[in-house]
């Protein structure tokens, strides 16, 4: 697989992750737990929003409305989505059943 093929399907994965309502209710709660300057209001309207079928959300919306700072999205070259580690743990936990395991 192509590198540039490889980048956009785990754009892709990334991408539906984060508009399940259980990951948008765990990014929430890890972000109170952690972050002082966490965007609650912010959140309740992502949560409310998150059942709807309509619902986008990228990893880059969610720190810039929230102040969330357990994901990190960086465009370019040497750019990506990283994640604190719980976050990265839930994540794979998600995608892969022998991770989990």
């Known amino acids: 697989m192509s590198p540039k093929k490889c980048s956009d399907q785990a754009v892709h994965i990334i991408g539906n992750w984060i508009l399940n309502i259980n990951t948008v209710e765990f990014l929430g709660i890890l972000e109170q737990l952690n972050n002082p300057d966490f965007k609650v209001l ?52 998600c995608i892969s059943v022998e991770f989990k395991l």
Request: hydrophobic share 40%.
């Open 42 to 93: 912010e959140f309740e309207d992502f949560k409310k929003e998150a059942v709807l079928n309509s619902f986008t959300l990228t990893p880059k919306q969610w720190i810039q409305t929230t102040g969330a700072i357990g994901i990190i999205s960086q465009a370019g070259r040497y750019g990506g989505t990283y994640a604190q580690k719980d976050i990265a743990f839930e994540f794979a936990s």
